[in-house]
C-alpha cells in the first residue's frame, strides 16, 4: 500500500513538518489526545506517534502501559502503519551516580519503545536518541520552547526527523536488497595486493587501514541481518585467499556466499553467480575502486553500482551507511541464517549436477516440509515472503503485516518450512486460503525444482478437497503459468487471468515427507 496521507498524534506542536514533508497530505490531530485517538483510529495511511518526556509525566511505566494497550486496541481494528520516536530529555546534575541512574531510566524507557515494533505489526522506530547521541540535544531540542509553547524540537531537529520518517516510508514500503557484489583491492582493504605484496596492503588499526576495518565489519553486520555477500576481484586467486589467511580482518571467504577471483569480466562472472544462485540482478548492488569496472557493470548488467573512493576512504564508510535500500524494519530468523542457507544451497546444486536424473536427485536430498497454520509467531517471515517473492507467486498479492494477523484469524494462512540433509532452509512458502479459494501461493525461489511445490499444492488438496484458484500474470512469474494445469487443475477460464478448479488427482511423490503441524 503507498502512502500518501499522514496524521500526526503528539503532545507537541507538529505543523512545522508540514514544509519538510510536502509531498503528503497531513492531518494533525489536536494536542494531548494520543490515548483517546488511539482507541478512536485514524483514516490516514500512516501515523506518527511523536512523543514528548512530558507524555510519560512522573509515572513513566503506568503511561506506558497505557501507551501500549491503546496501541493494541488500535492495531485489532486498523492496518494503518504506525511510526513512533524513542524520547531524549536533559539530566539535572546533582552526583555522577544520579546522572547516570537518570540516563538509565530514559534508556529503560526507549527500550521498551523500541519493544513495540517487535509487537506490533507495521510499526516502526523514529530514533531521536540515535539523532541526540550524533547532534547534540542543544542542537535539536530548544528547552525554553518546549515548556513555553510545546514546541521542543529545533528546525534543524525538525528537518532530521522528516529525513527519518522518509526513510521509513520507504523501508514500508519497498524489498530490501538481497545481495552485494563486491571488489577487493582498494575496496575491501587499502592497496593493490599484486603491487604492495599482503604486507603493504593497508587492513589494520591505524589510518587508514583501520577505516577498510570498519568497512569489512559493516558488511559483515549486513550479511548477520541477511543480505549476502558476494567477492568480485581480478585477482591471482591464491594471492587473494592468502590474504584472507594470513590477515586478521573482520571478513573470512565463509563469509561470501561466492567468490570468482581471476581475470575475466566481472560482469560476466556475477551474471553466472546470480543464475547460479536464481537471483535477479534487481536484488544486487556492486562496489569497486574502478570507474571503467563500473561503467562496464552499468552497461552490461544494469545494477546500481558505488565507487569507492582510494583518497578518502572515510567517505566509503559515509555512502555505506547512506543507502536505504541496505536498511530494514525487521530481521527474521530466516535473515540471520541467509549466508548459511546459500551456502547449503550450493552444495545442492553441486550434488545435482553430479547424479543422472530428477527423481534421484530428489530422493537422495530427503526432503522434509513442515505445514503449519495461522502461526502468529511466523508473522515477520511470512510478510517478508509475501511482500518481496515475485517468481513463484501465483497471484503476487501484497499484504501488509497487521492485514496477514486479520487474515490468520479469519482465513487459513499456510506456513511451509523445508529441511533435507544439507540443512534447514527455513520458512520458504506461503499459501493463503480463503472460501475454499487459493487466494496466495508463493514460494522461495531457492527450493524450486525439487518437487515441494507439487506436493505441497497435494497437501493443501488433501486438506481442502474443492478448491478453485488463480493466476494473475505479472512480468515476474511467468515460471508458474501453467502450474495449476500441471496438478490437476481444470482451466475454466482463461482472458486477462487464468481462473481453475480443483479436478483430478495427481500422483504425490512419496519421496517427499509433508509433517502437518497445523
Known amino acids: 500500500m503507498s502512502i500518501n496521507t499522514i496524521a500526526f498524534l503528539s503532545n507537541t506542536i507538529t505543523r512545522p513538518f508540514n514544509r519538510f514533508l510536502a509531498d503528503y497530505t497531513i492531518v494533525h490531530y489536536p494536542l494531548d489526545t494520543i490515548i483517546d485517538q488511539l482507541h478512536l483510529g485514524v483514516k490516514e495511511d500512516l501515523l506518527i506517534i511523536l512523543l514528548d518526556p512530558a507524555f510519560f509525566g512522573l509515572d513513566a511505566d503506568r503511561s506506558f502501559r497505557q501507551l501500549h494497550n491503546a496501541l493494541k486496541t488500535f492495531r485489532e481494528e486498523h492496518s494503518t502503519k504506525v511510526i513512533i520516536n524513542t524520547v531524549t530529555d536533559s539530566f539535572y546534575e546533582i552526583h555522577i551516580t544520579d546522572t547516570f541512574g537518570q540516563e538509565m531510566a530514559l534508556m529503560e524507557l526507549n527500550r521498551k519503545i523500541v519493544s513495540l515494533s517487535e509487537e506490533f505489526a507495521d510499526l516502526a522506530i523514529l530514533d531521536l536518541s540515535s539523532l541526540v547521541k550524533e547532534f547534540g540535544l542543544q542542537t535539536l531540542v530548544n528547552e525554553r520552547n518546549r515548556y513555553l509553547f510545546q514546541t521542543p524540537f529545533t528546525k534543524k531537529a525538525v528537518s532530521l526527523l522528516a529525513e527519518k520518517i522518509k526513510e521509513n516510508i520507504t523501508l514500508m514500503s519497498t524489498s530490501r536488497i538481497k545481495a552485494i557484489a563486491v571488489d577487493a583491492d582498494n575496496t575491501l582493504w587499502g592497496g593493490i595486493v599484486g603491487e604492495d605484496g599482503i604486507d603493504g596492503i593497508k ?107 582510494v583518497n578518502d576512504p572515510l567517505k566509503n564508510i559515509t555512502l555505506l551507511e547512506s ?11 530466516e535473515d540471520t541464517q541467509k549466508t548459511k542457507l546459500y551456502q547449503e544451497e550450493k552444495s545442492r546444486l553441486d550434488l545435482s549436477e553430479s547424479l543422472g536424473s530428477r527423481q534421484e536427485y530428489i530422493a537422495s536430498l530427503h526432503i522434509e516440509i513442515t ?148
Open 371 to 518: 505445514v503449519t497454520c495461522n502461526n502468529t509467531r511466523q508473522l515477520d517471515r511470512i510478510t517478508q515472503l509475501v511482500n518481496k517473492t515475485n517468481q513463484f507467486n501465483l497471484t503476487t498479492r501484497r499484504y501488509e503485516r497487521a492485514e496477514i494477523e486479520a487474515l490468520m484469524s479469519q482465513e487459513k494462512v499456510y506456513a511451509l518450512q523445508v529441511k533435507d540433509d544439507f540443512g534447514d532452509m527455513g520458512l520458504v512458502g506461503v499459501i493463503i486460503i480463503k472460501d475454499s479459494h487459493i487466494d496466495s501461493f508463493l514460494m522461495s525461489c531457492r527450493v524450486l525444482g525439487r518437487g515441494i511445490e507439487e506436493r505441497v499444492l497435494a497437501f493443501i488438496r488433501s486438506k481442502h478437497p474443492s478448491l478453485s484458484a488463480r493466476y494473475i500474470p505479472t512480468a515476474k512469474n511467468a515460471l508458474v503459468e501453467d502450474f495449476y494445469e500441471k496438478n490437476g487443475f481444470e482451466l475454466m477460464l482463461d482472458e486477462s487471468e487464468k481462473h481453475y478448479r480443483s479436478a483430478q488427482k495427481v500422483d504425490i511423490n512419496k519421496d517427499i515427507k509433508v509433517i502437518d503441524a497445523t
Open 323 to 333: 543507502i536505504t535500500e541496505l536498511k530494514t524494519l525487521h530481521i527474521t530468523n
Open 203 to 309: 587492513i589494520d588499526q591505524n589510518y587508514p587501514g583501520i577505516v577498510y576495518t570498519k568497512f569489512q565489519r559493516h558488511l559483515k553486520a549486513l550479511k548477520q541481518s541477511g543480505i549476502i555477500l558476494i567477492l568480485l576481484s581480478k585477482n591471482d586467486e591464491s594471492l587473494v585467499q592468502k590474504v584472507f589467511h594470513e590477515k586478521n580482518m573482520p571478513l573470512s571467504l565463509d563469509d561470501f556466499v561466492a567468490a570468482s577471483i581471476d581475470w575475466s569480466p566481472k560482469s560476466e562472472n556475477l551474471d553466472m553467480i546470480l543464475k547460479r544462485l536464481n537471483l535477479s540482478r534487481s536484488s544486487i548492488i556492486f562496489f569497486d575502486d574502478s570507474d571503467s569496472e563500473i561503467a562496464e557493470m552499468r552497461m552490461r548488467m544494469g545494477i546500481p553500482c558505488y565507487r569507492m573512493d
